[in-house]
């Protein structure tokens, strides 16, 4: 198992709603990415996090959002939710952009 | 964009036998290419990796092979077990400062026992 830790597990928000999702870095890793996970299939890019500062970003609206913290710490936040929203989140981090990325357990997100 | 195409899309083998899995991607400058393992309900796990200088890397029962020429990528699982039984990713990220991953669709492997 990785040292990346998520933040909550599970959530349930209805549409229109804001979410915050939490993610800790394996120590000594300056870089997170943030991924979304719809069922059945693979992981699509939202954005990463190198040393506080955004890295790149994958085709998602503007109304994801992210921040990471001087301990590397990240979180994502995603504004007016909609349906499509409701997939598996996962952060990624990694010692340094690039590097190979190392998952963790993913908040699974319901929007009703 | 990088575009990432993983077949089959599940492929079920008697224990013992091998099984291989196959990726094609199309950013010629892609140049690091992860294979990750994920369980139902887990995180994907990554099992190996392969840069584009090499063409083949091995891990025990585990092997990947790349052809950059082609621009395809191959994950070798011998000797397969049923804790084999997973869902498995192909990715490719390319030399951006980001390291951005395109996955695969994903591959469904039952591992009969």
């Known amino acids: 198992e990785t040292g990346v830790t998520q933040s909550p597990t599970h959530l349930i928000k209805t549409r229109g709603q804001q979410v915050t999702l939490r993610c800790s870095s394996q120590s000594g890793h300056n870089t997170v990415s943030w991924y979304q996970q719809a069922l059945g299939q693979g992981p699509q890019f939202i954005f990463q996090y190198y040393r506080e500062e955004e890295n790149g970003r994958g085709n998602f609206p503007p109304r994801f959002s992210g921040l990471q913290f001087p301990n590397y710490s990240s979180e994502l936040n995603v504004n007016a939710l909609e349906l499509d929203d409701s997939a598996l989140y996962l952060c990624a981090s990694s010692e340094n952009s690039p590097d190979t990325q190392y998952f963790g357990p993913g908040t699974r997100l319901t929007v009703l | 964009g990088e575009n990432v195409e993983q077949h089959p899309s599940t492929l079920s083998v008697q224990e013992g036998d091998s099984a291989v899995i196959k990726c094609t991607y199309s950013d010629s400058a892609s140049n690091y290419f992860p294979w990750y393992k994920q369980e139902l309900g887990k995180r994907p796990q990554l099992i190996i990796d392969?840069?584009?200088?090499?063409g083949e890397k091995k891990d025990q029962r585990i092997a990947v092979t790349l052809n950059k020429t082609a621009k395809h990528f191959s994950l070798h699982i011998t000797e397969t077990q049923p804790e084999d039984s997973a869902v498995y990713f192909c990715?490719?990220?390319?030399?951006?400062?980001?390291?951005?991953?395109?996955f695969g669709s994903g591959t469904q492997l039952t591992v009969l026992p």
């Open positions: 392969i840069r584009s200088n090499v």
């Open positions: 990715a490719a990220s390319d030399s951006g400062s980001a390291r951005q991953l395109t």
